[in-house]
């Protein structure tokens, strides 16, 4: 019985290699956050190294993630960062989203949830591991955009509009 469900356990997983899933290997949009904010070298060698491998829409993949299950499971880690956050899409998006988006990055860098731990778990990726000072950096850069934009901007664009609850039905 053991070596039956072994069996179908081993047929499954050499199935499933097979079964291809669209990688997030495309390339950079027209709107990336650099072609309106100021991003210093030492700012966007961090976003590179811990941030945009999920976050934009060109991701490296290691070689482990062409062993399945696992990438399908870093292929969705991808899409869910790029669903929160997508450097290469950011500027086509309202100012108040933007504003927010950076007020967002300061509150996850500075509770250390981003970069998530899988992302480093058995020391992968240990260029993604940031010092206290690095997320300093971070978090001080996003500050100062999010002060350039209220500079710049009316208030009232820079606040995130309530959603209306649906139609009562």
Known sequence: MLKKIGLVILVVFVAIQFIPY??????PAGNPISGSYNIPDNVNKLLINACNNCHTNTSEYPWYASVEPIGYWLNSHIQDGKRHLNFDEFTNRPLAYQNHKLEETIEMVEEKEMPIESY????????ANLS???RKVIVDWAKDQMAYLKATYPADSLVM?????????
């Open 120 to 127: 480093t778990y058995f020391g992968l990726h240990p260029e």
């Open 132 to 134: 206290d000072a690095d």
């Open 22 to 27: 669209e990688k997030n290997e495309g390339t």
């Open 161 to 169: 509009k309530r959603r209306s609850p649906p139609p009562a039905q």
